[in-house]
């Protein structure tokens, strides 16, 4: 299975499709969404928007060069191979946003500030044209939360936040992809609705193992035998437990939403707000169990964060789930 980028309409999703001509009176924006994919997706396609003779059409030679990142007058900051953006780079912007397009129709400066927010430098290089650019520059700052940039810097800006994508939407694209059905539910869920998380997923079969074993394990674990055989499995390395603590995070984190909301596991299941996995396993585990499980792996985490030994730390957290799981089935 080949797997195609995912397209993300986000631009509908935050509202700035069809209001196109309204953004463009502004020059400076700062994107906000958790999800880098997400927001680098989006960053391209407004940029297509902004400079597409009809809106961002998808299908013109200057949107389709641009969502492949070869447009000229659409530039990338930081620097391929760098980091983070520097004070060059923002005097590097400066310079450029006074000189005219090399195709006519207006230039766009990306700025992937995601590591880069903590450095007040370049964002101070960049107030005044941020206030005031040139009537064809605009300018497209990225972060994961617009916290992490200058008060100043967001004062000159028109804010636009990207909802999240949720795992339908991943599980959805996997699918379109040609991934089956159960596949791509398992690794949608397990991305908490992250394109990157599933992408790393697909993209490394030992993971893509550890967590079908992993949900088979909270499942179908019925014994301490049992426990004591997905043990073996699961317990590789120190980065497996880390990877697998953020499956069971996903999905306790889905199971607890779902038990939430209105009306009974199997009607969810069968208007599609659900999939089998996560019905098997909201029958087996009950809200309190899910809320107490959660609270187990939020622990078992913090442990991890201070060098416990991996494999303790498992083993406590799976023999918790068993004895949880078997008070579930009293
Ligand atoms: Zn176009």
């Given amino acids: 299975m080949e797997l195609i980028k995912p397209k993300v309409d986000t631009l509908k999703k935050a509202g700035i499709k069809g209001e196109i001509e309204r953004y463009k009176r502004y020059h400076s924006f700062v994107l906000q969404c958790s999800d880098s994919y997400v927001l680098t997706q989006t960053a391209l396609s407004f940029a297509a928007a902004l400079l597409c003779d009809n809106g961002g059409c998808g299908e013109c030679s200057r949107c389709d060069r641009i969502m492949r990142s070869i447009y000229p007058d659409v530039r990338f900051y930081p620097k391929a191979g760098v980091a983070q953006i520097r004070v060059d780079d923002a005097r590097d912007i400066v310079a450029e946003s006074y000189k005219a397009s090399i195709e006519g129709r207006g230039k766009v400066f990306i700025l992937n500030s995601a590591n880069s927010a903590n450095d007040a430098g370049w964002q101070n290089m960049l107030l005044k044209t941020l206030e005031e650019p040139n009537s064809d520059t605009y300018l497209i700052l990225c972060v994961n939360t617009s916290a992490s940039l200058l008060q100043t810097v967001l004062s000159r800006c028109i804010l636009i ?63 301490s035998a049992d426990s004591y055989k997905y043990n073996n499995i699961i317990q590789k390395n120190a980065s497996f437990a880390v990877k697998m603590l953020q499956y069971m995070s996903a999905v306790f984190g889905e199971l607890i939403k779902l038990h939430c909301t209105d009306g009974s596991v199997v009607e969810n299941s069968q208007s599609g707000a659900c999939c089998t996995i996560l019905s098997e396993l909201a029958v087996k585990y009950t809200l309190s169990a899910c809320v107490f ?38």
């Fill in 161 to 223: 936040t990207i909802p999240e994508p949720d795992w339908h939407d991943v599980a959805a694209y996997l699918r379109s992809c040609g991934c089956e059905r159960t596949k791509a539910d398992l690794v949608g869920l397990a991305s908490g609705g992250s394109y990157g998380n599933a992408l790393e997923i697909m993209g490394k079969k030992e993971q893509l193992k550890l967590l079908d074993e992993t949900v088979k394990m909270l499942r179908d674990m019925k014994s």
């Fill in 293 to 330: 499980i959660m609270d187990e792996i939020n622990y078992a985490k913090d442990r991890l964060d201070m060098r416990s030994r991996y494999q303790y730390v498992l083993d406590e957290l799976i023999l918790k789930i068993l004895e949880v799981a078997h008070k579930c089935r009293q």
